[in-house]
């Protein structure tokens, strides 16, 4: 059994909290080709040009993550593109075989990481502002005072340099706490998601695909379209009132 990254979580009943009542969410396999290694079930498929693994990550928020394996055994490059994997919720599980399901792509990792880096200029841009509006007012202040006040001394002054600092240092931290945010995301969508890629014959890779999907979904099944050969993996839903 090949693993090519470990996920941040493992699990195959999850939690979902909401604001009126807490609900579990179990998510299993209904895949034959399984087997359970250290506490995790794992589907897999061989097909003529690509084998496959998939486990279910997590669920969050409207979003479930599987961690994926691909292995190239086609003889050729293939190129991977994970916002082509999609699943199909069924909200009955007689419609599995009947009817397609509404379907939902994986999320792209590229367009995440660009906006990543958008909303860092950002911020950098909105601290260098606020830094500039600071230190405006301050100076703004001190020359206001000093007109107006003709016992405007050097203590007065100390006070409005002592202001700006306490000022300013709200905006670095409160810069830092955002960056650090930003780079801990872009860590992990760089990092532990599965990207773009070209991989040669006899590579492998794996990665965490994270899909929106519905939360009144019994059934999903999750495609992964880079072979000649169907790819689809069936998962069973179930949600309950935890007591």
Same mark, same amino acid.
């Given at each position: ?26 998510? +299993?396999? @209904?895949?034959? #080709? %399984?087997?359970?290694?250290?506490? +995790? ?9 690509? %084998? ?10 409207? %979003? ?16 991977? @593109? ?14 599995? #075989? ?25 911020? #950098?841009?909105?601290? #260098? ?11 703004? /202040? ?22 700006? @600092?306490?000022?300013? @240092? ?9 960056? %650090? ?14 990207? +773009? ?9 794996? /990665? ?29 839903? +179930? ?5």
């Amino acid at each position: 059994m090949k693993r090519i990254l470990l996920p941040s979580t493992a699990l195959f009943i999850l939690l979902i909290l909401n604001c009126t009542q807490a609900q579990t969410l179990t998510i +299993r396999s @209904a895949e034959k #080709d %399984k087997e359970i290694y250290k506490g +995790r079930e794992i589907s897999y498929k061989d097909g003529e040009e690509i %084998k496959t693994e998939i486990e279910v990550d997590n669920v969050r928020k409207g %979003k479930i993550s599987f961690y994926i394996y691909l292995k190239n055994i086609s003889g050729h490059t293939l190129e991977i @593109a994970p916002e082509d994997i999609y699943i199909e919720c069924f909200n009955d599980e007689s419609d599995v #075989d009947n009817a397609r399901g509404e379907e939902f792509n994986a999320v792209d990792p590229e367009k995440v990481l660009d906006d990543i880096k958008k909303d860092m200029d950002e911020t #950098d841009n909105m601290k #260098d502002a606020a830094t500039g509006v600071n230190a405006f007012l301050s100076i703004f /202040g001190l020359a206001v005072h000093a007109s107006e006040d003709k016992h405007y001394g050097a203590l007065d002054a100390i006070g409005e340099v002592v202001g700006f @600092a306490a000022r300013q @240092a709200v905006i670095e931290h409160e810069y830092r706490g955002e960056m %650090k945010e930003l780079h801990l995301d872009k860590e992990f969508w760089k990092d532990k998601v599965l990207r +773009r890629t070209v991989l040669k014959e006899g590579e492998e890779i794996g /990665g965490i695909v994270i899909i929106p999907f519905s939360e009144r979904t019994r059934c999903l099944k999750v495609h992964i379209p880079f072979d000649t050969k169907d790819h689809s993996y069936l998962f069973n839903v +179930r949600m309950r009132r935890r007591k």
